[in-house]
């Protein structure tokens, strides 16, 4: 089976843009979940999609956003990008998303912010 | 305070050696217990999974959890230069608002060197 794939992997942008973030879970899996990871604050869970529908939001303010499409892939947004947004971005996958169930990470898409 | 504390490190030991990582918790509904290995520019990767307390062995990799103390280790017994990564402790409560969301502890660097 192919795993979490994620695109781009790397991207620079600048104060102020917008960014969109792709993620393909694994096949079957639907159930994709979004974390920030930075130096500082490590792994932050930022938001769960199951069957098109938001149902666990972390503590992020509200341009972060995303959504989650009818095969079970998912995009993150973030509007106005701040410095601080710099971060590598994972979203995992898992069958349902039930807790402890185990989540498969893709390997990134590291954002840096200028 | 953080929910969960992992000491960073870094952590530098020989080829051959015994290594302890260790997480702390305070979220006493916490049952689902894990540890992750990460490499650089990689995604997390599942290394260990336990539930509740108790020990659990795989190969060179022992986990424990102790609910009472909120305490969690891993140890890696023989280890090898290719264990040198980014450890993560990772855990979920059973709630019905955890869909899909792990909190991190901030990850533990080890290098293990020949």
């Known amino acids: 089976k192919a795993g979490v794939t994620q695109t781009p992997r790397y991207l620079i942008k600048t104060r102020g843009q917008q960014v969109t973030l792709s993620c393909s879970p694994i096949?079957?899996?639907?159930?994709v979940s979004w974390y920030q990871q930075t130096p500082g604050q490590g792994l932050q869970f930022l938001f769960e999609y199951f069957s098109e529908t938001q149902r666990n939001k972390g503590n992020f303010p509200g341009r972060f956003s995303g959504r989650q499409f009818s095969n079970s892939r998912s995009e993150m947004n973030v509007s106005t990008l701040e410095l601080g947004d710099s971060a590598l971005y994972l979203c995992?996958?898992?069958?349902?998303?039930?807790?402890?169930?185990?989540?498969?990470f893709g390997p990134g898409t590291r954002l840096l912010v200028l | 305070q953080k929910e969960v504390e992992q000491d960073p490190g870094p952590l530098s030991v020989p080829e051959g050696a015994i290594v302890s990582l260790n997480c702390t918790y305070s979220n006493s509904a916490f049952q689902y217990f894990m540890w992750y290995r990460q490499y650089s520019r990689k995604g997390p990767e599942l290394l260990m999974y336990t539930y509740s307390s108790g020990n659990k062995e795989d190969g060179r990799f022992t986990a424990q959890v102790d609910k009472s103390s909120k305490y969690i280790s891993l140890f890696i017994r023989d280890s090898q230069p290719s264990d040198s990564a980014t450890y993560l402790c990772a855990m979920s409560d059973a709630g019905g608002t955890s869909y899909g969301k792990l909190t991190f502890g901030q990850g533990t660097i080890l290098t293990v060197h020949p």
């Open positions: 096949s079957g899996h639907r159930s």
């Open positions: 995992a996958s898992s069958y349902s998303g039930a807790a402890g169930e185990t989540q498969y």
